[in-house]
């Protein structure tokens, strides 16, 4: 297993409102922000990432599409892309496709709760659309969710149960191996599903989202093994 590196030595709290630092990132989420979303992760433009492991070697690539004034898409290499909506309160996930296969999956939440300073509410909605983050970014947050991903043209219709917690602090500086000084926010999340084994823990992973530079600023996968990645 690797070690970490200075840069990952931050300890990411599961409590709602949990705090993260180290001595490259500071935490100051108490100071409240006009920032959005959509500043860390862009998807109403059109933009790429390139993203390397520890031995500058390619790890993966991201890519934002702008769909229509509410609307885009992130594709991650050539195995995922990700549909998202937005209003002035919330982003939704609402679907994944593998362009690989052509074949579209839609998501939905059956459970979901917003968690701050260890207060949790209900924010389910009849529309069962998942909710992946606030749009306004104020202060750290829990997202927990419950639900279940179906192909809608599999004629067997078959179902993947799946939960999908957030952890996420806000107000980061942020410093990587080719970038320095930036702010960022740090998503821990952790995802559980039932897709060709029993309910099972498939994804424990700290991800770094650098304001106007995107996702995967920083990412450490937790699972199988520790592996540190960082955008180029």
């Known amino acids: 297993m690797k070690k970490l590196t200075a840069l ?13 630092g180290n ?3 500071n935490n100051n989420s108490n100071v409240k922000s006009n920032d959005t979303f959509l500043d860390y992760l862009p998807l109403n433009k059109n933009s790429i990432g390139n993203i390397v492991n520890e031995q500058s070697s390619p790890y993966t690539n991201w890519k934002t599409t702008s769909t229509g004034v509410n609307s885009g898409i992130i594709q991650w290499a050539n195995d995922s892309e990700e549909f998202f909506t937005w209003d002035g309160s919330w982003i939704y ?12 999956y839609d998501q939905y939440a059956t459970k979901q709760e917003f968690c701050q300073n260890n207060v949790c509410t209900n924010i389910f ?15 750290n947050y829990t997202l927990d969710t419950v639900g279940y991903i179906i192909n809608k043209d599999d004629t067997l ?4 149960e799946f939960r999908h917690i957030q952890n996420v602090t806000v107000g980061v500086s942020c410093s990587n191996p080719y970038f320095t000084n930036q702010k960022c926010i740090i998503q821990n999340e952790k ?10 823990l498939k994804i ?15 990412i450490q996968d937790n699972i199988p093994t520790i592996n540190n990645a960082y955008l180029k």
């Open 8 to 20: 990952l030595l931050a300890t990411i709290l599961s409590a709602c409102g949990g705090e993260a």
């Open 23 to 25: 001595n490259t990132t």
């Open 93 to 104: 996930l609402e679907k994944y496709r593998d362009p690989r296969y052509n074949i579209t």
């Open 125 to 139: 909605s009849n529309s069962g659309k998942q909710i992946y983050a606030p749009y306004q970014l104020l202060e």
């Open 157 to 160: 219709g078959k179902r993947v």
């Open 191 to 200: 995802w559980w599903d039932n897709n060709g084994s029993s309910f099972l």
């Open 204 to 218: 424990n992973r700290n991800t770094w989202y650098a304001k106007n530079l995107g996702p995967g600023f920083i």
